[in-house]
């Protein structure tokens, strides 16, 4: 049992301690190229919530992880076969009712660990601030190490790219899949141009149809990635967030916090 992971305690000890720091991981259902699963932000969601928790605890943070959400938004790859869609009102919706249960429960800070691009969890913490006592974090795990992506990695990776598959191939390479030579079994992961500059350049954004925008779902070039790659990923969000954790569970809630 990790003293850290609500899924594997029982009522004995969570009836006797009271948590600080609870972290919601939120993942999705969706094809990744040829070569990911379609659980890779979930998995991705859960490892990081396993390693950061587990190395906030063992600094001292008093922190719970939550089970994961395997759902999420992916109304843009509804021509994708099997991929699983909740809309954005609903996830907000169901994710505000774990944020309300867990209030309920004398939690005074949560964090949302959202591994998934199109989970745009922001406007929930804007609706929910200064209405509930427990105060939200956003960590879209994938933004928080953008200063030092040029250093681990030779391409941007938009999905299922070199980033994730280093991140596949250091945790669950298993999942990964190759052909016959024992090379990924995946495509360049090249996206096509709409018909407007001012989209390409990303003057305005749209929700971008997956199934015109890829060739088999990817979006970046996963041929580079590497295991050490992605352990290395890894190290720079846990350092990040583990001390993170420990400072959040530390703060005093009071009527100036966070400032
Ligand atoms: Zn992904």
């Known amino acids: 049992m990790r003293p850290w992971k609500l899924a594997e305690l029982n009522y004995a000890v969570v009836k006797e301690h009271q948590f600080e720091v609870a972290v919601l991981p939120i993942g999705c259902t969706e094809p990744h190229n040829l070569h990911l699963p379609y659980g890779n932000d979930t998995f991705e969601s859960e490892l990081l919530g396993d390693k950061i928790c587990e190395a906030g605890h063992e600094a001292g943070a008093n922190v719970v992880l939550l089970p994961t959400i395997p759902y999420g938004t992916v109304t843009n790859q509804r021509d994708c076969p099997l991929s699983i869609n909740v809309n954005p009102s609903t996830l907000n919706a169901f994710v505000r009712d774990i944020v309300l249960s867990l209030e309920g429960h004398g ?19 804007r609706e929910l601030y200064g209405t509930i006592r427990a105060h939200l974090f956003l960590f879209n795990w994938y933004q928080s190490v953008s200063d030092t992506y ?44 709409t018909r407007f500059e001012a989209v390409n350049r990303g003057w305005v954004s749209i929700t971008r149809p997956w199934h015109l925008l890829t060739t088999n779902t990817g979006a970046g070039n996963p041929h580079a990635a590497t295991a050490d790659k992605g352990k ?22 009071d009527e100036k916090f966070p400032f």
Do not use: C, W
Request: charged share 30%; glycine share 8%.
């Open 107 to 125: 939690i005074r800070k949560i964090v949302l660990l959202n591994g998934h691009g199109g989970n745009e969890f922001k406007s929930l913490l």
């Open 150 to 193: 040029d250093k681990l990695f030779d391409s941007p990776d938009d999905h299922a790219g070199e980033m994730e598959t280093s991140l596949a191939l250091a945790y669950y390479p298993e999942l990964v899949a190759r052909d016959e030579r024992g090379k990924l079994l995946a495509d360049e992961g090249a996206t096509a141009e």
């Open 232 to 253: 290395r990923l890894v190290q720079v969000l846990v350092q990040r967030m583990s001390r993170f954790l420990v400072e959040l569970s530390n703060a005093d809630p």
